[in-house]
């Protein structure tokens, strides 16, 4: 790794801004975050100016603002391979490399591991110090709060980066503010507070309290007043493409040996003018693109199951007043944004705060309306909880709209969908369904608009697999049959059922094809019938194998003591799915039909 502490503060620039080259000629090939990284390349080269990486650990929010450190750590050459199968992750990996302290794919972890790392190194006695980069956005989940709690408290040496690029914490009132935050960043003005804060303890009483009035006077018109209240030194906002003046920012943070917040303003998209400034929401995360246009290579041609639940919910929307719904800082990533703009005062995006979007639909129920929760698979583990303690318990009915379920493909371990049938399916009064194209989409919604008690339902990112078809209409615990054969069944559930289908094409025999709909409550009568005519089951499902679809049947199997059944499940293994293209992960699991096939193949003709 090559050392930029000895470079001039020309040299820095010039590195930021081949950084910024490095990554855009990437993203645009790979895809990948964009804007956020961007506007962080000057923060990053400034915290490995000033820190010592090799002992100081680096922890990133989120880490998609971790490009920059990536291409500063050892991996300028492989960035190419960015995102894409076996080659380096979109997120921080300490296993990819040593300079990755920790693994980040969710949002407002950051301050809880300095707080963590802060204490083993007072433990051990080391000269070390955590540096923490956090976004502005993921401010809003309490968790940062319950870490800068006890932080304020203890006081362990932690420097927190609070990149500022879109909403500001606090906004600066004018010019008198702007003022006092640059002189807060400056050495002098620390120095002096150092003083002061000595020469309060020797005033009299009366002296003491005027002034104590007076400096918390000067914090109420900064924007550091919350962090300075919780027991945090705040030093911003500053310049977060000052290179020179971000360097100084944090030299002073390092050396007052206390917590600190360093607030630092950047323009997303920064040295890309097609993506620089707010308002610009798709620019956050991409595919690939036209770097000269802005314009993504690919277009869609089918119609991805988040538009169609989009279309649906507003469809139900516009028909039941009582229909709500929510989403934690994802309005468009679950197709929320049209009921949003459609009925402002009924749909919401609380941030992220899973946790809070959960509970808060709660109330809604018990009040007589019908509250969509639209969350990703992975997000949704952070509101487990909740869905246990604020909804199930209160048997109360929120529907739980579970985008993303399955393979995610390039977000890789972090984000993949696999864990929602095994942790809900264990929840008493939870009723758990999932539908497998477009018709069914819309009558699995129609179904859970009109059920009483919590439920929730699960579709995959993009695309179903099946096409579009005539269906009937869901029935509590009712399964549906949709191809007759003998002997072999295959038992879809969800975007599973769109698999099976293309499997029953490629192997030797025709199977029954089951849309299992449910998985909790099972169809008893339909797997009880079923057992008396066909004695090899295969299960389709893209969920964790633990827990999962299959598990859930052999647990009927056993207390209903039903006997000569063979199953075989092609659910995941107990193990994180790395990154890549659905179809390369896919196919490195074995889900490809064409290896399905021949597995299922080879197993009967043994």
Known sequence: MENIKNYSFLQLDELASQIRDKILV??????????????????????HYVFDVNKDPFIFDVSHQAYAHKLLTDRWDEFD?????????????????????????????????????????????????????????????????????????RKYPVVIILNDNEMSISKP???????????????????FKRYVEKA?????????????????????????????EMGLEYIGPVNGH??????????????????????????????YEIAEGVGKEHWHGVGSFDILTGKANKKRSDKNATEIFGETLLFL?????????????MPSGTGLSAAMKAYPKRFWDVAIAEQHAVTSMGPLAKEGFKPFCAIY??????????????????????????????????????????????????????????????????????????????????YPRG????????????????????????????????????????????????????????????????????AGTHKKWFVFSDSARMGGVASAILEFISQAKIQGVDLVTFEYDDAFITHGSTKEVEESLGLIPQQLATKINQLLGE
Do not use: W
């Open 377 to 458: 698979s992975t997000f949704l583990q952070r509101g487990y909880d909740q869905v246990v303690h604020d909804i199930a318990l209160m048997n109360v009915g929120v529907v739980f709209a579970i985008d993303r379920a399955g393979i995610v493909g390039e977000d890789g371990e972090t984000h993949q969908g696999a864990f929602d049938i095994s942790f809900l399916r264990a929840i008493p009064n939870m009723t758990i369904f999932a539908p497998y194209n477009e018709t069914t989409m819309k009558l699995a919604m129609s179904f859970a608009k009109d059920f009483s008690t919590p439920c929730a339902f699960r």
């Open 317 to 329: 929307a516009d028909e039941d007043e009582k229909v709500v719904g929510v989403t934690a800082a």
């Open 463 to 530: 695309a179903f697999i099946a096409a579009d078809c005539p269906s009937v209409p869901f029935e509590l615990g009712k399964s549906n049959i949709i191809a007759y054969g003998e002997k072999v069944a295959f038992i879809g559930y969800g975007n599973g059922v769109g698999r099976a289908l293309e499997v029953a094409e490629k192997v030797d025999f025709s199977p029954t094809v089951v849309d299992l709909r449910f998985v909790k409550p099972l169809d008893e009568g339909m797997l009880t019938n079923l």
């Open 242 to 271: 000052d290179i020179v003046g971000l360097i100084e920012t944090l030299q002073i943070a390092k050396e007052l040996g206390k917590p600190v917040i360093v607030h630092v303003q950047t323009t997303k998209g920064k040295g």
């Open 81 to 153: 391979t960015l995102r894409q199968f076996n080659g380096i992750s979109g997120y921080t990996k300490p296993s990819e490399s040593k300079y990755d302290y920790y693994v980040a794919g969710h949002s407002s972890t950051s301050i809880s591991l300095a707080v963590g790392a802060a204490k083993a190194i007072a433990i051990k006695g080391e000269d070390r110090i955590p540096v923490a980069l956090i976004g502005d956005g993921s401010m809003s989940a309490g968790m940062v709060y319950e870490a800068i709690n006890e932080l304020g408290d």
């Open 173 to 191: 009132i004018g010019a008198i503010s702007k003022l006092l935050s640059q002189t807060m960043a400056s050495s002098f003005y620390q120095k």
């Open 26 to 47: 990437t993203v645009s090939a790979n895809g990948g975050h964009l804007s956020s990284t961007l506007g962080a390349t000057d923060i990053i080269v400034a915290m």
């Open 200 to 228: 309060l303890d020797h005033l009299p009483d009366s002296a003491m309290y005027m002034a104590r009035r007076f400096e918390e006077s000067l914090k109420l018109i900064t924007p550091g007043i919350l962090f300075e």
